[in-house]
């Protein structure tokens, strides 16, 4: 069973950016049909930020185009997101995911990103 663990999260001004990891053990990312980032912020519905394919394919909403990438380095095992231009409102706990196809999901344990001044 593969294990995901995010790192890299953190306070940050608005305008800044962070980089979040995901690091897989147990197994490899590449055998996933998808690997990717939702977030969940206090008293809010979770919501999707981004998704990376095993070709490669990216997709991301509309509330992330243009400031947030991911990518995977299957050698390294691991799944980015690079966040720009930050807003409060990005304020949330980021979890990794694994997409088993149409099994499900293993997700990570979380990391926290705080946008504040």
């Known amino acids: 069973q593969v294990q995901l663990v995010e790192s890299g999260g953190g306070l940050v001004q608005p305008g800044g950016s962070l980089r979040l990891s995901c690091a897989a053990s147990g197994g490899s990312i590449s055998v996933f049909s998808a690997m990717g980032w939702s977030r969940q912020a206090p008293g809010k519905q979770p919501e999707w930020v981004a998704d990376?394919?095993?070709?490669?394919?990216?997709n991301y909403p509309d509330s992330a185009k243009g400031r947030f990438t991911i990518s995977r380095d299957n050698a390294k095992n691991t799944v980015c997101l690079q966040m720009n231009s930050l807003k409060p409102e990005d304020t949330a706990v980021y979890y990794c995911?694994?997409?088993?196809?149409?099994?499900?999901?293993?997700w990570g344990q979380g990391t926290q990103v705080t946008v504040s001044s």
């Open positions: 995911y694994a997409q088993r196809g149409p099994l499900g999901r293993t």
């Open positions: 990376i394919g095993s070709g490669g394919e990216t």
